[in-house]
């Protein structure tokens, strides 16, 4: 059974700092691109933060550059997202996503999590 588990969400105020992790079962981690995704209130779901399952590049929204850094540790199956500086505007239910491409049929095989929130506030 496939399971990603966030957890670290909470209210923080603004400045403040935050480290969200999530834990993965129930597939071949390393296998897989992992990604946080965010959805503000009365908005859509958007795209944080990306590692490849080489843990190479990143990829980061514009708007967490420089404040946010997605890690991996693929011996623990777990993904985290340390969040610096934050803002009220990262006020948002957080989302872990576990990707990759099928071999067969095309496409991509994607898992998510529960999501875990964040509220940012004084």
């Known amino acids: 059974q496939v399971q990603l588990v966030e957890s670290g969400g909470g209210l923080v105020q603004p400045g403040g700092s935050l480290r969200l992790s999530c834990a993965a079962s129930g597939f071949t981690f390393s296998m897989y691109l992992m990604s946080w995704y965010r959805q503000p209130p009365g908005k859509e779901r958007e795209l944080v933060a990306a590692m490849p399952s080489s843990g190479g590049s990143t990829n980061y929204a514009d708007s967490v550059k420089g404040r946010f850094t997605i890690s991996r540790d693929n011996a623990k199956n777990t993904v985290y997202l340390q969040m610096n500086s934050l803002k009220a505007e990262d006020t948002a239910v957080y989302y872990c996503?576990?990707?990759?491409?099928?071999?067969?049929?095309?496409?991509?095989?994607?898992?998510w999590g529960q999501g875990t929130q964040v509220t940012v506030s004084s």
């Open positions: 996503n576990a990707a990759r491409r099928r071999t067969v049929g095309g496409g991509w095989q994607n898992y």
